[in-house]
């Protein structure tokens, strides 16, 4: 397997970034790797924060223990994170593609270079 499609596997499939750290690539392997970090810990961190308002809002009694009201409570309050955390979805899509596109550009240069210096 050549280093393009291994780059592009790791940057795809596990984290944008880990595709350049393997291309040793290190400094945008980092930056591509802890902007995806924090995109999508504020994403977790965003769900989170309005799971647990609808379970305050459970405890407290103002949504009932009624499957129903529950669901319809998730899904307002799903609504709001949704808009409050799009622009975070979109940048990790976007460090997604583009950790993706860089990998395979940089890992098509690598092995160039390296069937050159085979021949």
Same mark, same amino acid.
């Given at each position: 397997?050549? *280093?393009?499609?291994?780059?592009?596997? !790791?940057?795809?499939?596990?984290?944008?970034?880990?595709?350049?750290?393997? !291309?040793? *690539?290190?400094?945008?392997?980092?930056? !591509?790797?802890?902007? #995806?970090?924090?995109?999508?810990?504020?994403?977790?961190?965003?769900?989170? =924060?309005?799971?647990?308002?609808?379970?305050?809002?459970?405890? &407290?009694?103002?949504?009932?223990?009624?499957?129903?009201?529950? #669901? #319809?409570?998730?899904?307002?309050?799903?609504? &709001?994170?949704?808009?409050?955390?799009?622009?975070?979805?979109? #940048?990790? !899509?976007?460090?997604?593609? &583009?950790?993706?596109?860089? &990998?395979? *550009?940089?890992?098509?240069?690598?092995?160039?270079?390296? =069937?050159?210096?085979?021949?």
């Amino acid at each position: 397997m050549s *280093r393009t499609v291994k780059a592009v596997l !790791l940057s795809g499939l596990v984290l944008p970034g880990i595709g350049q750290l393997y !291309l040793r *690539r290190i400094w945008l392997g980092l930056v !591509l790797v802890l902007a #995806s970090l924090a995109a999508a810990g504020y994403v977790v961190v965003t769900a989170m =924060d309005t799971a647990l308002a609808v379970v305050d809002r459970i405890e &407290a009694g103002e949504v009932a223990m009624d499957v129903g009201a529950i #669901s #319809s409570e998730v899904e307002q309050t799903s609504q &709001a994170t949704t808009r409050k955390s799009g622009i975070a979805i979109y #940048s990790l !899509l976007a460090l997604w593609i &583009a950790g993706i596109v860089d &990998a395979y *550009r940089a890992g098509r240069k690598q092995d160039s270079l390296a =069937d050159k210096d085979k021949a």
